[in-house]
Every structure is written in C-alpha cells, then in structure tokens.
T-cell receptor, first 114, second 112 residues
Framework: AQSVTQLDSQVPVFEEAPVELRCNYS??????LFWYVQYPNQGLQLLLK??????LVESINGFEAEFNKSQTSFHLRKPSVHISDTAEYFC????????????FGQGTTLQVKP | DAEITQSPRHKITETGRQVTLACHQT?????MFWYRQDLGHGLRLIHY???????NKGEVSDGYSVSRSNTEDLPLTLESAASSQTSVYFC???????????FGPGTRLTVT
C-alpha cells in the first residue's frame, strides 16, 4: 500500500519569493509521482509528473519537482511565485502496476501575498 | 473539445434520501474514478471502473454505489444520505491506467 504526506497544510509567501511545498511518500513498490493544482472552485489540474528518466521535472508555468528515491520525496519548488499561483496543491502517487489508482496527500494551500 | 462534466454542481439533501451525482466524459476513456475531498484528508477514492459493466470499490466505498452501463457515464449513488457524506465529490477519467487522470469541476453535496 502507498501513502503520501504533505508536511505543510498552509504555506504563506510574499510575491516574487521562492517557495517549496514538501511531499514524502511511502510505498513497497515503485511508483509514479504527480503534483496537481486546484484553483478556487475548480477541479484538479495536472501540474507535473515523474514517470521515469530525469529526476527533475518541470511545468510550463515555472514549477519544478525533483524525485529523490533515497528520501522518498517529491518536493515542488518555484523560484519566484506570483499572486496567480495561489491555490491548493496536491501530491499523489500511483503504483507502476496497472491499477491506475491515485493516492493523494492532504493538500497544501499556497497563499501568495502582495 | 472533449471534457468531463458533473451535475449538479451544488446539492442540498436531507438525511436518509437517495442522491445520484452524475459524471459524463466525452474523452471516450475506459477508466473512470470517483473521489471525495475533505479538509485534512485530500482526495479519497470511492469507486472506480475500468470499462462498461466493471466497477470496483475504493478506499471509502461504504454507503456509495456506482454502475457503468456505457463508456461516457459513471453515476455515483448515495443509497441513504448521511451527514458524514457532506463533501465535495470529484469525478475523473483516464485513457488507460498509465495515463494522467482528468478531473471534473466537482459537486458540492450538503446533507442536512
């Protein structure tokens, strides 16, 4: 079985400051890793994913995440945040088998202040 | 454009009533999922389906049922609504078990 822990429920940060949202997972099998973003009153959208290859993955809007197998982590980072990044962010894992089921963390609310 | 829709977007119902939440996708995806979102719990899987006539229980399936009579729809039924089922419900679909899931806009359900 897998589990996901997002270590911070809320992260307040000023605009243009860097941010890191932490995600740790537990699994007895190899997994795929995802970050989803949820803007207010909307559904979830995929931000980025790690399936294989380079352990550093990037999104089109400046976020990046690094898969660290030894520390079982997949932290999300952005060097300079914008007001529009205010949202809830979910880390999720899926085993490499064919079940397709996602296991989500509790979510982290990123609050960007002007 | 292909999409996934949910209806209603908001629903208030009374304890003990049967409620059905609709999910419709035009992606022609085989896999469909229902999650509930609660503060402090993230999203938890209720039921899922890999194709027509296939349904499976997820992590929190008690009190819920689904049926899959066609590719496009996976309605979620609460047989006898309870206050503990007040939540936001999300439907998702994916082309295969290896692909990303696409989420609907959600249904906010309040059971009074």
């Amino acid at each position: 079985a897998q589990s996901v822990t997002q270590l911070d429920s809320q992260v307040p940060v000023f605009e243009e400051a860097p941010v890191e949202l932490r995600c740790n997972y537990s699994s007895s099998v190899s997994v795929y890793l995802f970050w989803y973003v949820q803007y207010p009153n909307q559904g979830l959208q995929l931000l980025l994913k790690y399936l294989s290859g380079s352990t550093l993955v990037e999104s089109i809007n400046g976020f990046e995440a690094e898969f660290n197998k030894s520390q079982t982590s997949f932290h999300l980072r952005k060097p300079s945040v914008h007001i529009s990044d205010t949202a809830e962010y979910f880390c999720a894992v899926r085993d490499m088998g064919n079940t397709g089921k996602l296991i989500f963390g509790q979510g982290t609310t990123l609050q960007v202040k002007p | 454009d292909a999409e996934i829709t949910q209806s209603p977007r908001h629903k208030i119902t009374e304890t003990g009533r049967q409620v059905t939440l609709a999910c419709h996708q035009t992606w022609n995806h085989n896999n469909m999922f229902w999650y509930r979102q609660d503060l402090g719990h993230g999203l938890r899987l209720i039921h899922y389906s890999y194709g027509v006539q296939d349904t499976n229980k997820g992590e929190v399936s008690d009190g819920y049922s689904v049926s899959r009579s066609n590719t496009e729809d996976l309605p979620l039924t609460l047989e006898s609504a309870a206050s503990s089922q007040t939540s936001v419900y999300f439907c998702a679909s994916s082309e295969s078990t290896r692909d990303e899931q696409y989420f609907g806009p959600g249904t906010r359900l309040t059971v009074t």
